[in-house]
Nanobody
Framework: QVQLVESGGGLVQSGGSLRLSCAAS????????MGWYRKAPGKERELVAS???????RYTDSVKDRFAISGDVAKNTVYQQMQSLKPEDTAVYYC?????????????WGQGTQVTVSS
């Protein structure tokens, strides 16, 4: 059974930093991509950043130049360094791991970690 375990969320003031970590356990699966989504109250879940097994990164526009994703997809680990945090970054952040094309192959989710940015 695949488990994605997240850590690193918390409460921080505007302008502060946090680092999220995610590690997959119990898996012999090969992921092709790992990343972070977030869900804020009243908003739809959105992709924040992703990292492919080839090292390709992708960011949503609102976090470019502030967030950095890193890790080793082959080793089932991914991190997200978040700097210059804003109140609008407040959300539950979920780690995601994909084994193939989204919607066509299994994907896995972490339990979520709360990030709260106070103004």
């Amino acid at each position: 059974q695949v488990q994605l375990v997240e850590s690193g969320g918390g409460l921080v003031q505007s302008g502060g930093s946090l680092r999220l970590s995610c590690a997959a356990s119990g898996s012999a699966l090969r992921f092709i991509r790992m990343g972070w989504y977030r869900k804020a109250p009243g908003k739809e879940r959105e992709l924040v950043a992703s990292l492919s097994s080839r090292g390709t990164t992708r960011y949503t526009d609102s976090v470019k130049d502030r967030f950095a994703i890193s890790g080793d997809v082959a080793k089932n680990t991914v991190y997200q360094q978040m700097q210059s945090l804003k109140p609008e970054d407040t959300a539950v952040y979920y780690c995601n791991a994909q084994t193939g094309v989204a919607g066509e192959a299994p994907e896995y989710w972490g339990q979520g970690t709360q990030v709260t940015v106070s103004s």
